[in-house]
């Protein structure tokens, strides 16, 4: 499919890949991992021909169809409803439709029977490449990246550049290219964004390229790991977690090879410098020296990062009791987030605070933080002491100060060389901490501001999409960082890993309360899964005429509740029968648009094919109102 061979590329004296080779195969699902500075979005340039190799080649079939998803895509401006915009992706079935509209415009005054065949033709290219489901395509896409009905019809413009990047994401995958290069998906979606997303990769047909620092993404979407590591790429034939454990076993067979390759140099180096002056031994000395001149060197294993190796400290322990909620209530216009919702921080407590965007996350941290109004009544406990960190608290950093000074400022109990590790673990290396916080991107001073935040004197930590900039290296320090901490904190992230690994309580936001999940991540979501399917089992119940209640399941319902549930479930059997009707008047309704006599006149193929698309909208709306009473009938049992 793509095939790299002996690729070199030069960024002024640096050489980013140095006689690389790598080759891409149909249907392949490949993460391309390495620290950050290492190459993988450059590679990804490369390979579409936004970058043009110093030397070798990047070779590939002229037919190749390829989408590219980057976060320069962030820019792109629109006063053209998402939908619109996402539906860009059918550029030929776009094109047929407007010609269609075009030919049956004309056909109302014109004849002519070269138009008629005209039409004909289109139409049967149109219905070839599904042109009829195209907008139900977008729609469903659209809806699994999280835009409701409303949203579609919304201008991309009013949108902000997160959102923006789900439509971008959505008219990419539209596109069905052979070839996916996805340059950090996950960036700008919730948890229930990326599992969608996940399922939908897992069943596409293509090749996938995917640069993530999500460990639980890649190990959900992947069989492949291609490294990037200097200059070169090392391929793994499996997801990240197999890449992690067959790495450690390939650097013990390197570091044992390298030890022993060490030791026979000093050997033959000690024979030779024993022997070399020697008159008769000149001749064998100087064969031994050419020998160790040819001799293929291995290299000494680099290790791929530091780990924490400073000690958190604050002044004094906080009481059992860290934050009371109760009868805690907020609301925006049109959304009510939480309504008298009650909950307990306890000392000791990791929790990780989960759910969809826009369900009121970052909204709940502030409240806690005690920077957000609400009602209700919010205690925090006996010798508390908080550090809250966010994206806007960036602003707090001092411009002037280098970033040596600024922590310095900031934790002056710990000594210049904890301070330097800490840095060194947030990629700032070397001479990087006299920088001034002026001149560092908004990614570094997300990374300064949580250094900070790790070194503050807090027993409790307010942590909200702390892992926002970080590579996966970054990400597994701030994890042993959290591991390390004695305090307390509660996280709001989309990296599972990080949540897996960290938090021993969950917490989510469900009906405008706050509920608690005692135990991990991974556990929390054995039991979601758990919880889905006794749904499933209980509405099936509810509609499935073969299948017998079990009296001593059954809950006894108020009888207002009981004629509520059996209005519903005859609204259910209504709904059924419609539906059957529909797709039955929806196979009838292709079989006439396939006929030679209707697809030939055109003033009858137009009446046919609104009616078709009438039906098309009538049965999905039918299906999600089939959905919502059977969640309301749930509720109520």
């Not at 998402?82 to 269609?100: T, Y």
């Not at 050997?267 to 001149?293: C, G, P, T, V, Y």
């Not at 969809?356 to 957000?372: C, P, W």
């Not at 916080?437 to 935040?453: C, N, P």
């Amino acid at each position: 499919m793509i095939s790299i061979n002996n690729l070199t590329f030069e960024f002024g004296a640096r050489a980013i890949y140095d006689e690389a080779d790598w080759h891409i195969k149909p249907g392949e699902k490949i993460g391309l991992i390495g620290a950050n500075g290492t190459g993988k979005s450059t590679l990804l340039k490369l390979i579409v021909g936004e970058y043009t190799p110093t030397s070798g080649s990047i070779s590939m079939s002229k037919e190749v169809k390829i989408g590219y998803l980057n976060q320069d895509l962030l820019s792109y401006h629109s006063e053209n409803t998402i939908l619109h915009v996402a539906m860009e992706a059918f550029e030929r079935q776009n094109q047929l439709h407007d010609e269609i509209e075009e030919i049956l415009h004309k056909l109302e005054t014109d004849y002519e029977d070269k138009l008629i065949q005209d039409l004909s033709k289109k139409q049967e290219e149109f219905q070839a490449l599904d042109g009829y489901t195209i907008q139900y395509k977008a729609e469903e896409i659209l809806a699994g990246l999280g835009f409701t009905a409303q949203d579609s019809q919304r201008p991309l413009a009013e949108f902000s550049g997160g959102w923006r990047m789900r439509v971008m994401l959505a008219k990419i995958l539209l596109q069905e290219p052979d070839l996916l290069l996805l340059d950090e998906p996950t960036n700008h979606l919730d948890l229930p964004s990326i599992k969608w997303l996940e399922t939908y990769l897992q069943n596409f047909s293509g090749a996938i390229v995917i640069v993530s620092h999500d460990r639980f993404f890649l190990d959900r979407v992947i069989r492949k790991t291609v490294e990037v590591k200097r200059g070169k790429l090392t391929p793994y034939t499996g997801n990240y977690s197999f890449y992690v454990e067959e790495k450690e076993l390939r650097e013990e067979i390197q570091r044992n090879e390298f030890n022993n390759q060490q030791r026979y140099i000093k050997q033959e180096e000690a024979l030779i410098n024993r022997f070399r002056a020697k008159a008769s031994k000149a001749k064998m000395a100087q064969s031994r020296i050419k020998a160790l001149d040819k001799m293929e060197r291995v290299n000494a294993v680099e290790g791929d990062g530091p780990s924490v190796n400073f000690r958190f400290r604050f002044g004094k322990a906080s009481g059992r009791t860290v934050i009371n909620l109760r009868d805690v209530s907020k609301a925006y216009p049109n959304n009510s987030i939480l309504k008298n919702a009650n909950a307990d921080i306890e000392k000791g407590d990791k929790i990780a605070l989960i759910g969809a965007n826009g369900k009121g996350k970052s909204t709940l941290l502030r409240i806690i933080a005690g920077t957000e109004s609400y009602t209700g009544t919010v205690t925090r406990g006996h010798n508390v002491t908080q550090t809250f960190f966010a994206q806007h608290q960036l602003e707090s950093l001092h411009l002037e100060n280098n970033l040596l000074d600024e922590l310095r400022a900031f934790a002056p109990t710990y000594t210049d060389t904890e301070i330097r590790g800490l840095l060194g673990c947030f990629l700032f290396a070397g001479d990087d901490v006299f920088k001034k916080i002026r001149v560092l991107s908004g990614g570094e001073k997300s990374r300064v501001a949580l250094a900070k935040t790790l070194t503050s004197d807090a027993n409790f930590l307010v942590l909200d999409e702390p892992t926002n900039h970080l590579d996966i290296q970054s990400v597994n320090i701030l994890i042993q960082a959290l591991q390390q901490y004695e305090g307390t904190f509660i996280v709001v992230s989309h990296d599972r890993f990080l949540l897996d690994e960290v938090a021993n309580k969950i917490w989510f936001i469900e009906d405008e309360q706050l509920k608690e999940y005692p135990g991990t991540y991974k556990e929390y979501e054995e039991w979601q899964e758990k919880r889905k399917t006794d749904v499933g089992l209980k509405v099936a119940a509810t509609t499935s005429p073969k299948t017998e209640a079990k009296p001593e399941k059954v809950v006894k319902l108020s009888n207002e509740q009981d004629k509520l549930v059996k209005k519903l479930k005859k609204d259910i059997e209504e709904i059924e029968n419609q539906l059957a009707e529909l797709e039955e008047e929806k196979l009838e309704l292709e079989k006439e648009m396939s006929l030679e006599s209707i697809y030939s006149d055109a003033i009858k193929f137009q009446s046919i094919n609104q009616r078709y698309e009438q039906v098309q909208k009538t049965i999905q709306q039918n299906k999600k109102q089939w959905e919502a009473i059977a969640t309301q009938i749930l509720e109520l049992e």
